[in-house]
């Protein structure tokens, strides 16, 4: 996050202009909130997060020379972007699109029909990397596609590095519990969930909460999108 008088500075990507006016117009509203620029393809995109530095990019994706996904890869594949937060926000709100974008590296995933208040508190949210943002509705179809038969199969070794309380941890995670769900679930304080929470990220390589989920799916540490949340086996 910026160190300025402007807490985050967001990337527009959408080939749209009146939709980019519109985004432009919503989150400079909000006085936490800058627009340090605007791009019209992926390729522009991964060029102005490049020289920007921007904390969260606001991307869209079907968009020409390179759609949101494959610029939402390269911007998360670039150490030198390390600091960079995608939202994908798009009309298309299919499951193999919100599961392409997550495994690109996305920190979360939004429809164009939100409100505008969603999408400056998301935003917000993909700034701090602390949860998968998404409707209710799209986290069940990014659950459903991520525990078909097509996703990746199981790698126990994977998870290997992780304590067993580190995989209790990421598997309430990845069932949408918050920090301080997880720490009442496990009768532990919000500080040491977020303790290792952080820590899982750091042995397993992955930015955020985001790619948490999707590896706890992708390694077979969780199959039911809501089974940690029900009690079920």
Same mark, same amino acid.
């Given at each position: 996050?910026?160190?300025?008088?402007?807490g985050?500075?967001?990337?527009i990507?959408?080939?749209?202009? #009146?939709?980019?006016?519109?985004?432009?117009?919503?989150?400079?509203?909000?006085?936490?909130?800058?627009?340090?620029?605007?791009?019209?393809?992926?390729?522009?995109?991964? =060029?102005?997060? @490049?020289?920007?530095?921007?904390?969260?990019v606001?991307?869209?994706?079907?968009m020409?020379?390179?759609?949101?996904i494959?610029? %939402?890869e390269?911007?998360?594949?670039?150490?030198?972007?390390?600091? %960079?937060?995608?939202?994908?926000?798009?009309?298309f709100?299919?499951d193999?699109?919100?599961?392409?974008?997550? @495994?690109?590296? =996305?920190?979360?995933?939004?429809? !164009?029909?939100?409100?505008?208040?969603? #999408?400056?508190?998301?935003?917000r949210?993909?700034?701090?990397?602390?949860s998968?943002l998404?409707?209710?509705a799209t986290?069940?179809?990014?659950?459903r596609?991520? /525990?078909?038969?097509?996703r %990746?199969? $199981?790698?126990?070794?994977?998870? =290997?590095?992780?304590?067993?309380?580190?995989?209790?941890?990421?598997?309430?995670?990845?069932?949408?519990?918050? $920090?301080?769900?997880?720490a009442?679930?496990?009768?532990?304080?919000?500080?040491?969930?977020?303790?290792?929470? $952080? @820590?899982?990220?750091? !042995?397993l390589?992955? @930015?955020?909460r985001?790619? #948490?989920?999707?590896? /706890?799916?992708?390694?077979?540490?969780?199959?039911?999108?809501?089974?940690?949340?029900?009690?079920?086996p």
């Open positions: 996050m910026s160190s300025g008088g402007v985050i500075r967001v990337l990507a959408d080939d749209q202009a #009146l939709i980019r006016g519109g985004f432009r117009a919503i989150i400079g509203s909000d006085p936490q909130l800058e627009v340090v620029g605007e791009a019209a393809d992926g390729r522009a995109a991964v =060029a102005l997060t @490049r020289l920007l530095h921007p904390d969260v606001v991307m869209d994706i079907r020409p020379e390179l759609d949101g494959g610029a %939402t390269t911007i998360c594949a670039d150490e030198t972007c390390s600091s %960079t937060w995608v939202l994908i926000l798009t009309t709100e299919l193999v699109h919100v599961a392409a974008a997550l @495994r690109a590296g =996305a920190s979360g995933f939004l429809g !164009k029909g939100v409100a505008p208040i969603e #999408l400056l508190e998301g935003i949210m993909v700034a701090r990397g602390e998968l998404s409707p209710a986290r069940s179809l990014i659950s596609f991520l /525990a078909s038969p097509e %990746t199969a $199981n790698d126990p070794e994977r998870l =290997a590095a992780l304590t067993a309380r580190e995989r209790e941890v990421v598997a309430l995670v990845a069932a949408d519990l918050s $920090n301080e769900e997880i009442g679930r496990l009768v532990l304080s919000p500080l040491t969930a977020k303790t290792h929470v $952080n @820590r899982s990220m750091l !042995k390589g992955v @930015r955020d985001a790619a #948490l989920v999707v590896l /706890a799916y992708q390694s077979g540490l969780v199959s039911s999108p809501h089974a940690e949340r029900s009690g079920e």
